[in-house]
Antibody, heavy 122, light 108 residues
Framework: QIQLVESGGGVVQPGRSLTLSCAAS????????MHWVRQAPGKGLEWLGV????????IYADSVKGRFTFSRDNSKNTLDLQMNTLGAEDAAVYYC???????????????WGQGTLVTVSS | EIVLTQSPGILSLSPGERATLSCRAS???????LAWYQQKLGQAPRLLIY???NRATGIPDRFSGSGSGTDFTLTISRLEPEDFAVYYC?????????FGQGTRLEIK
């Protein structure tokens, strides 16, 4: 069955960087766009952006543009989120989510990972 | 950016009752690209409805979605104990993808 497993979360100091990963299985990863979504503690959901199935297109939310970078390795079925210059506002659970249709990049999400928690603290 | 406003913020009902949750968009949602998710504490969101009215795989038929343009509704016909959770609407099909702030459905 389809599985998405995030990793890499933890405690990071303000201003530092962190890279999260999402390991995918149970589907042909190279055919699906992938999204990142986060949720601050006790808050709602925030879309961070999407990377196309082949990595050729990346769209970022304004809140993270210029600080966060999406990448993927279709040979390893992994998705990465590099986060730079982290601040208190970036503390959240980070989820990866899979597009429902092959070769699409802007739809709803039936499959989510379990999330990984990022805490920003000195 | 299309802003989604959900109401009420908190809905207190009893099992067996009918729940009606609202999601209003600041602009018309193209092609009814509106989804609903359920989220329980400590879990990832679960897709309930897409395309405003289509139930996702495995979603019980007590969940239904309706609406078009700027006004959308999620209805739970008869609440089961497991339905008490937070519900989010989402507008997709263009950037940025946006969410409503959520409605908390709590047991009365």
């Amino acid at each position: 069955q389809i599985q998405l497993v995030e990793s890499g979360g933890g405690v990071v100091q303000p201003g530092r960087s962190l890279t999260l990963s999402c390991a995918a299985s149970g589907f042909t990863f190279s055919k699906y766009g992938m999204h990142w979504v986060r949720q601050a503690p006790g808050k709602g959901l925030e879309w961070l952006g999407v990377i196309a199935h082949d990595g050729s297109v990346k769209i970022y939310a304004d809140s993270v543009k210029g600080r966060f970078t999406f990448s993927r390795d279709n040979s390893k079925n992994t998705l990465d989120l590099q986060m730079n210059t982290l601040g208190a506002e970036d503390a959240a659970v980070y989820y990866c989510a899979k597009e429902p249709r092959e070769y699409s990049s802007g739809w709803y999400w039936e499959n989510w990972g379990q999330g990984t928690l990022v805490t920003v603290s000195s | 950016e299309i802003v989604l406003t959900q109401s009420p913020g908190i809905l207190s009902l009893s099992p067996g009752e009918r729940a009606t949750l609202s999601c209003r968009a600041s602009q018309s949602v193209r092609s009814n690209y509106l989804a609903w998710y359920q989220q329980k504490l400590g879990q990832a969101p679960r897709l309930l409805i897409y395309g405003a009215s289509n139930r996702a795989t495995g979603i019980p038929d007590r969940f239904s979605g309706s609406g078009s343009g700027t006004d959308f509704t999620l209805t739970i016909s008869r609440l089961e104990p497991e339905d008490f959770a937070v519900y989010y609407c989402q507008r997709y099909g263009g950037s940025p993808i946006t969410f409503g702030q959520g409605t908390r459905l709590e047991i009365k």
